[in-house]
């Protein structure tokens, strides 16, 4: 990597920390935002589009738990409403059987009145019918009592799972509320600038990003410039193929289509299409999915930013990417080196197999 590279890179890491410090302290004559400058205001505006993205990247944790915890939740209650039905039967069964006994406790009992009657046989029939009842009987006991013990732990996990969901959905509305108000910040910082700024702005950020994107392309990271190109996988085409498709559509933070989407929910989405689901969020994909050299990148595979991966696209193949970029904004096809490189990953990597050597032949 250049020496130009490493700066580019850690002068765009650098600027998304100094978004997140507080603002000197400084006497009465503090400038007026729209008087500060492009750079600096372009660099404000970084850092608050990564915390909102990170933020997002959050919720979206959250909220796939969430989604999988509520059907944890419903198979225990439905488990356990099972559970009690059969309790209920074995109580009626048992309830029986205590009036069966009791109905047969007055007087003589059959055995007996068979010893009388001088029925051998009548007693060696009897003694077997005792013995299958005593059985049944038992039987019926054990299974109320297995019945109970059942019951009473899927009560408990039922209600261990209603409150974890509980506590996920506590968890959602704090990491929504967190991305509200990093967006409200974003708006407020835009609606404080001059339609002169915001174009000075745009053209400062293409700027970095074709600077970025040609001291990448020289470095050799993506392999040779002008090398022969890396054909996508058949999965990975249509996972592309699906995601060219949603050229346009708005970003919107949570969205995993078809009207709209966020980073993590177009690449989960285009692979789902593809017939190969990947976790949803883009720190899950990083986590997860199997890492592949920036130089052996080939299209349909995931592009992965920021230390904390908190942004990914799809490769498209010579040097781009398509992206949802962030709030405001509309899925497009932009430069790999539009933010801070992490890595890349590669949802249908198969392991090659390894060769075995045939055997030598007896001499």
């Excluded at 190109?229 to 970003?251: C, E, F, I, M, N």
């Amino acid at each position: 990597m250049s020496g130009r590279l490493r700066r580019t890179i850690r002068a765009v890491s650098l600027a998304a920390t100094v978004a997140l410090l507080p603002p000197p302290t400084v006497a009465v004559a503090d400038p007026p935002e729209a008087e500060a400058s492009v750079a600096d205001l372009l660099i404000r505006l970084q850092g608050l589009y990564q915390k909102a993205e990170e933020a997002t990247e959050k919720f979206n944790e959250v909220e796939e738990k969430l989604s999988a915890q509520r059907k944890r939740t419903s198979a225990a209650t439905r488990r356990l409403a099972g559970a009690r039905t059969a309790l209920v039967a074995s109580r009626e069964a048992a309830g029986r059987l205590a009036r069966e006994q009791y109905r047969g406790s007055g007087g003589l009992g059959p055995t007996v009145q068979a010893l009388l009657a001088g029925d051998a046989k009548g007693v060696t029939d009897r003694r077997h019918e005792m013995r299958r009842a005593s059985t049944r009987q038992a039987a019926v006991v054990e299974r109320l009592i297995r019945g109970e013990r059942r019951a009473d732990r899927l009560a408990h996990t039922a209600r261990e799972a209603l409150e974890k969901r509980q506590a996920l959905a506590a968890k959602r509305k704090k990491q929504r509320d967190k991305v509200t108000s990093r967006l409200k910040e974003i708006e407020e910082t835009l609606s404080s600038l001059t339609d002169e700024q915001l174009a000075e702005l745009r053209r400062e950020e293409e700027r970095e990003t074709d600077e970025a994107q040609r001291e990448l392309l020289e470095s050799g990271l993506l392999g040779p410039v002008g090398g022969p190109a890396r054909a996508p996988s058949t999965d990975g085409r249509q996972a592309l193929r699906y995601a060219v498709r949603q050229l346009g559509k708005p970003y919107v933070w949570g969205a995993e289509g078809p009207a709209s989407f966020d980073c993590s929910g177009l690449t989960s989405r285009a692979w789902a299409q593809a017939g190969r689901p990947i976790p949803r969020t883009s720190q899950e994909q990083w986590r997860r999915l199997h890492r592949v050299p920036l130089r052996e990148l080939r299209p349909g595979d995931l592009v992965l930013y920021f230390p904390g991966a908190t942004h990914v696209a799809l490769y498209a193949g010579a040097g781009m990417v398509v992206q949802a970029p962030r709030p405001g904004t509309a899925v497009r096809l932009s430069p790999i080196a539009g933010n801070p490189l992490l890595g890349a990953v590669r949802p249908d990597h198969t392991p090659r197999k390894a060769s075995r050597k045939p055997a030598p032949r007896p001499a």
